[in-house]
């Protein structure tokens, strides 16, 4: 079992900058892929971006491609979100997950075994 605690959301204007940060239990999480997932009211939770489990295979959607950037530190049990250039449509909450399978590049969120319990992001304009 393993569980994640997600922190670093907030409220920013349009144009700045967040760092998300989620922090796993366990001795295992070196073995998992590990994802960011976005949602808002009313809508499917949204893919974002994904990490290998040795990080040498990151994974974003076209709409956060050059702003973001998805980041783990296994000796910290923790994977980060970095995001820039913040865009109001980027509002939401923002999950981190984690794939026992390890398999590269999952973005399906039912392929997730483990998920945070979010964290707030609003971007204002």
């Known amino acids: 079992q393993v569980q994640l605690v997600e922190s670093g959301g907030g409220l920013v204007q349009a144009g700045g900058s967040l760092r998300l940060s989620c922090a796993a239990s366990g001795r295992t999480f070196s073995t998992y892929t590990m994802g960011w997932f976005r949602q808002t009211p009313g809508k499917e939770r949204e893919f974002v971006a994904a990490?290998?489990?040795?990080?040498?295979?990151?994974y974003y959607t076209d709409s956060v491609k050059g702003r973001f950037t998805i980041s783990r530190d296994n000796a910290k049990n923790t994977v980060y979100l970095q995001m820039n250039s913040l865009k109001r449509e980027d509002t939401a909450v923002y999950f981190c997950?984690?794939?026992?399978?390890?398999?590269?590049?999952?973005?399906?969120?039912?392929?997730?075994?483990?998920w945070g319990q979010g964290t707030q992001v609003t971007v204002s304009s």
């Open positions: 990490i290998s489990r040795s990080t040498s295979s990151t």
């Open positions: 997950a984690a794939d026992r399978s390890g398999v590269v590049g999952v973005q399906t969120p039912y392929e997730y075994d483990y």
